[in-house]
Nanobody, 124 residues
């Protein structure tokens, strides 16, 4: 069992920054993939970024490349999403997810550990 708790969402002006945190408890994350997804009403849950816990390798959706950075703190079992140059289209509920390494880590169906989500709203 892995429990995930997100925090750090809020309201920012376009062009501003936010840093989201996801604290994992219940298990060490040695072989896990940790990911951020986002979702708006009426749309499919969308992949944002992932990090492979052991190696620290990362992968980003094209829509956030160059603006968002995913990172981890091994001692705190925490993954972060630094979001810069925010745009109104980044407005969504952001979810943290975890799964042991899988073939298709950008598919939400690959995950069964999810946080509760944190709202990010970007005003124009």
């Amino acid at each position: 069992q892995v429990q995930l708790v997100e925090s750090g969402g809020g309201l920012v002006q376009a062009g501003g920054s936010l840093k989201l945190s996801c604290v994992a408890s219940g298990r060490t994350l040695g072989n896990y993939v940790m990911s951020w997804f986002r979702q708006t009403p009426g749309k499919e849950r969308e992949f944002v970024a992932l990090i492979r816990w052991s190696a620290g390798s990362t992968y980003y959706a094209d829509s956030v490349k160059g603006r968002f950075t995913i990172s981890r703190d091994n001692a705190k079992n925490t993954v972060y999403l630094q979001m810069n140059s925010l745009k109104p289209e980044d407005t969504a509920v952001y979810y943290c997810a975890a799964v042991p390494s899988v073939l298709s880590p950008i598919r939400p169906q690959s995950y069964n550990y999810w946080g509760q989500g944190t709202q990010v709203t970007v005003s124009s």
